[in-house]
């Protein structure tokens, strides 16, 4: 059975700094991708950034430079590094992991955590 927990989400106010982390059991980062989405209120899922098998990463336009996801394959943990935070970046944020298919589009992915909130104030 594959889980996924998210934590480190919060308030935070607009420039400031937040770690979300994704602690994934019953499959390896090693021979799976792991992605961020969010959604807003009345919005669709979005992609956000997803750490693929092999250490590369592909980031949505409006994050590049600011956020940066990474991995602890001793944990098999899986963190996204928020910077420069933004009022337009306030969502649910969600973990999610897939063995294949395109790694941007949430219908790809089979596991999703339950969501950690995250809201920049301005």
């Known amino acids: 059975q594959v889980q996924l927990v998210e934590s480190g989400g919060g308030l935070v106010q607009a420039g400031g700094s937040l770690r979300l982390s994704c602690a994934v059991s019953?499959?390896?980062?090693?021979?799976?991708?792991t992605a961020w989405f969010r959604q807003a209120p009345g919005t669709e899922r979005e992609f956000v950034a997803t750490?693929?098998?092999?250490?590369?990463?592909v980031y949505a336009d409006s994050v590049k430079g600011r956020f940066t996801i990474n991995r602890d394959n001793a944990k098999n943990t899986v963190h996204l590094q928020m910077n420069s935070l933004k009022p337009e970046d306030t969502a649910v944020y969600y973990c999610?992991?897939?063995?294949?298919?395109?790694?941007?589009?949430?219908?790809?992915?089979?596991?999703w955590g339950q969501g950690t909130q995250v809201t920049v104030s301005s």
């Open positions: 999610a992991s897939t063995r294949g298919g395109n790694v941007t589009t949430a219908y790809h992915y089979d596991y």
């Open positions: 019953g499959r390896t980062l090693s021979s799976s991708n």
């Open positions: 750490l693929i098998w092999s250490g590369n990463t």
